[in-house]
């Protein structure tokens, strides 16, 4: 089965750069979109088909995927950024689709 | 204003039975695929099953195959999930999720509106 890799914790001072990895094999054949989730709350779309991102997300937050890493960038870190982050793509298995989310990051503000 | 509110969560016993709803409203329900993802306790998401647009297509993760029936009514605006033989792993929080106004499954399929959850505890 597929298997995404997302680092558990990340720490980044206020006004720093936050890079989230989701590894996977051959991620960059895949369409990869990416969740950010704050505490007692449902998750929201933060990106999009890589690196797209909803009207009403910051352009501080953006996507690249390529290889076997896709990588979600939070510049100019603010304290509301803090939240777990989940990538989420497609796999099939026995001829069927599945939808396959990271085991998600803890981003700390510092 | 898109809005998906679930409901029907609650505590069942091992083994019981719950019927989860989730009434959609803001968009034309019946052009969008829609999804259920859980999540347990502490832990992170995972992706339940799926549904097309007109019910043509339908996906389950695995375990919940044979257990979990999804399904839909457009007229109603509603997406359900019938879950039996229900088993303490599946405490989770369920949200239901509105994918891409698709009359199939499309891999490229992300998730733009959530609803709040529903928490179904299943213990003895």
């Known amino acids: 089965s597929y298997v995404l890799t997302q680092p558990p914790s990340v720490s980044v001072a206020p006004g720093k750069t936050a890079r989230i990895t989701c590894g996977g094999n051959?991620?960059?054949?895949?369409?990869v979109h990416w969740y950010q989730q704050k505490p007692g709350q449902a998750p929201v779309l933060v990106i999009y088909y890589d690196s797209d991102r909803p009207s009403e997300i910051p352009e501080r937050f953006s996507g690249s995927n390529s290889g076997n890493t896709a990588t979600l960038t939070i510049s100019r870190v603010e304290a509301g950024d803090e939240a777990d982050y989940y990538c989420q793509v497609w796999h099939t298995s026995n001829y069927h689709l599945n939808y396959l989310f990271g085991s998600g990051t803890k981003v700390t503000v510092l | 204003e898109v809005q998906l509110v679930e409901s029907g969560g609650g505590l069942v016993k091992p083994g019981g039975s719950l019927r989860l709803s989730c009434a959609a409203s803001g968009f034309t329900f019946s052009n969008y695929s829609m999804t259920w993802v859980r999540q347990a306790p502490g832990k992170g998401l995972e992706w339940v099953s799926s549904?097309?647009?007109?019910?043509?297509?339908?996906y389950y993760t695995d375990s919940v195959k044979g257990r979990f029936t999804v399904s839909r009514d457009n007229a109603k605006n509603s997406l359900y999930l019938q879950m039996i033989s229900l088993r303490a792993e599946d405490t989770c929080v369920y949200y239901c999720?509105?994918?891409?106004?698709?009359?199939?499954?499309?891999?490229?399929?992300?998730?733009?509106?959530w609803g709040q959850g529903t928490l179904v505890t299943v213990s003895s």
């Open positions: 549904i097309s647009s007109t019910s043509g297509q339908i």
């Open positions: 999720a509105r994918g891409l106004p698709s009359e199939t499954l499309p891999s490229s399929n992300y998730f733009d509106y």
């Open positions: 051959n991620i960059g054949s895949k369409s």
